[in-house]
T-cell receptor, first 114, second 115 residues
Framework: AQSVTQLGSHVSVSEGALVLLRCNYS??????LFWYVQYPNQGLQLLLK??????LVKGINGFEAEFKKSETSFHLTKPSAHMSDAAEYFC????????????FGKGTMLLVSP | DAGITQSPRHKVTETGTPVTLRCHQT?????MYWYRQDPGHGLRLIHY???????DKGEVSDGYSVSRSKTEDFLLTLESATSSQTSVYFC??????????????FGQGTRLTVV
């Protein structure tokens, strides 16, 4: 079975500050890992994905994440927060089945203050 | 945006009534999925389909059934709606086969309230 733990249901930062959203996973096989963002009343949009290539993955809107096998982590970072980054962020792991049946974390709401 | 249309977008129904949600895609993707989103739970997989008439259960399938008679349509049915099925339902699609780790594209969601 796979699982994802996102530490912190809410994270608050000031505009211009570093964004760090934490994700730890458990998987019995090499995982495929994803970060999605959800704006209010919207569907989910893929930010970035790790599929066993480079461990440092760059995504859209200046976000990146680093896969650390030894720590079973896939934390999401952005050097400088913008007001438009305020949204809910989900980390997800895919089953080792060839499909995209995703197991999601519970989500982290990012709040950005001026 | 991926061509995914969910209908209806909002629905209020009474306990015990049947409800069908529709997901329509224009991408000709093989795989389709239904998730539900609840506060504090993230998204959880209900059912998925890997081809026409080929479906399988997900993590929270009890009380739900699905059908896929055409590549482009994936229906989710609540045979007898309960208040615990009040949720936001998302359809997703992905390419395949054999593309491990391929990303899923999500629809805009259907907000279902069971009273």
């Amino acid at each position: 079975a796979q699982s994802v733990t996102q530490l912190g249901s809410h994270v608050s930062v000031s505009e211009g500050a570093l964004v760090l959203l934490r994700c730890n996973y458990s998987s019995s096989v090499p995982p495929y890992l994803f970060w999605y963002v959800q704006y209010p009343n919207q569907g989910l949009q893929l930010l970035l994905k790790y599929t066993s290539a480079a461990t440092l993955v760059k995504g859209i809107n200046g976000f990146e994440a680093e896969f650390k096998k030894s720590e079973t982590s896939f934390h999401l970072t952005k050097p400088s927060a913008h007001m438009s980054d305020a949204a809910e962020y989900f980390c997800a792991v895919s089953r080792n089945s060839g499909y995209s049946t995703l197991t999601f974390g519970k989500g982290t709401m990012l709040l950005v203050s001026p | 945006d991926a061509g995914i249309t969910q209908s209806p977008r909002h629905k209020v129904t009474e306990t015990g009534t049947p409800v069908t949600l529709r997901c329509h895609q224009t991408e000709n993707h093989r795989y389709m999925y239904w998730y539900r989103q609840d506060p504090g739970h993230g998204l959880r997989l209900i059912h998925y389909s890997y081809g026409v008439k080929d479906t399988d259960k997900g993590e929270v399938s009890d009380g739900y059934s699905v059908s896929r008679s055409k590549t482009e349509d994936f229906l989710l049915t609540l045979e007898s709606a309960t208040s615990s099925q009040t949720s936001v339902y998302f359809c997703a699609i992905s390419e395949g086969p054999g593309q491990r780790g391929t990303e899923a594209f999500f629809g805009q969601g259907t907000r279902l309230t069971v009273v």
